[in-house]
């Protein structure tokens, strides 16, 4: 079996961030990039905030692309840096808009284009060993296991309880002694978020319920009556961090303009931190943008406008940060309007 990078295995668990799956069910904690970060050396990553950042020429591409406007002109003056790494850029598995996600090249090259936090989503192998994978079943993504039918058959999803997986997360780092400051737990199931919450409180601070829930009947964006639980009882169970997908926090007004989503406002006023996800994810924005600006496709036809959306999410709904395909698009930003 063969990768289609230089790393042809799952990155164990210990980077920068954890995402941990069982069955359909997604756990993600990531941790801050720095000098305590375990096996940080080993990814060419010396934990250095002052470390020479680089961003190549996609964001002054997409600079350049935007429609004249007063974010554009603010832009264009910061093409000169300095750059710095900044928490507020997330590497959404790394730098997957170029790189096989989840891979060691993956992770450099977001540490490199200075995102100060790095996602590693996290399944478990057969012995129950945490490794760095979306789920048990996506080699195909990084290696031709396809090619070799007897390989493939051999994926099953095995049978772990929800909390022993996600207490061997929380417990990985701790044997580390990763500072819970420096993690952030994520997951889809609010089971998840609110075990750790309720067990591990010093890791529960900062657990991140990612709401999916905008599949689900008769959940409605739009509709906070159709919300449960709500945005108050969330914050009651004592969750502080919501991650929804970008769309949900943006919506139009009369004019056509991007301004924060009915979502975004009741989220804010019962006091959750909020964090999104995926910018760079759309491919060319020129149509309109597909499924992550499905609620604003009206004002987007160039790929400039992935800075107009992302000034909206920044200033206007208030983010704690975002995840990203390329990082070097959300670093550059994040340093212009200096934020952390």
């Excluded at 929800?162 to 952030?184: G, S, T, W």
């Excluded at 906070?224 to 769309?247: D, F, Q, Y």
């Excluded at 060319?284 to 943008?289: A, E, I, M, R, S």
């Amino acid at each position: 079996m063969e990768g289609n990078t230089k790393n042809k295995k799952a990155i164990k668990l210990g980077f920068i961030i954890v995402v941990l799956l069982i069955g359909l069910v997604v756990m993600t904690a990531f941790a801050i990039a720095g000098k305590n970060t375990p096996k940080g050396k080993a990814f060419g990553w010396h934990g250095d905030r002052g470390h020479s950042v680089q961003l190549g020429p996609r964001p002054y591409f997409l600079v350049e692309d935007m429609d004249a406007s007063d974010l554009k002109a603010d832009l264009q003056q910061c093409s000169e840096g300095p750059f710095k790494r900044t928490d507020f850029s997330i590497g959404h598995r790394g730098a997957a808009l170029q790189f096989p996600e989840h891979t060691q090249e993956s992770y450099v090259a977001a540490a490199r284009m200075g995102a100060g936090i790095i996602e590693c989503d996290v399944t478990f192998t057969e012995d129950r060993e945490l490794v760095c994978r979306h789920s048990q079943c996506d080699l195909h993504t990084t290696t031709n296991i396809l090619a070799i039918p007897e390989l493939a058959a051999k994926c099953s999803e095995d049978d772990y309880t929800q909390e022993d997986y996600a207490q061997q997360m929380i417990d990985e780092y701790k044997a580390a002694r990763v500072n819970p400051k420096k993690v952030f737990a994520q997951s889809f199931n609010l089971d998840d978020v609110l075990y750790w919450i309720n067990n591990e409180p010093r890791f529960g601070r900062q657990a991140v319920f990612l709401d999916g829930r905008y599949g689900d009947l008769p959940f409605d964006h739009t509709n906070p009556s159709t919300w449960s639980p709500s945005m108050e009882e969330l914050v009651a169970e004592g969750v502080n961090i919501i991650a929804p997908p970008m769309w949900m926090l943006m919506a139009l007004d009369g004019n056509k303009n991007i301004v924060p989503s009915t979502y975004a406002m009741y989220a804010t006023a019962a006091g959750l931190d909020i964090i999104t996800w995926t910018l760079e994810r759309s491919g060319f924005l020129k149509n309109g943008g597909g499924f992550y600006y499905q609620t604003v496709t009206e004002a987007i036809n160039n790929d400039g406008d992935a800075y107009v959306a992302l000034d909206v999410l920044a200033q206007d709904v208030g983010i704690l940060g975002i995840f990203s395909d390329w990082p070097a698009t959300v670093t550059f930003y994040a340093n212009c309007m200096r934020l952390k």
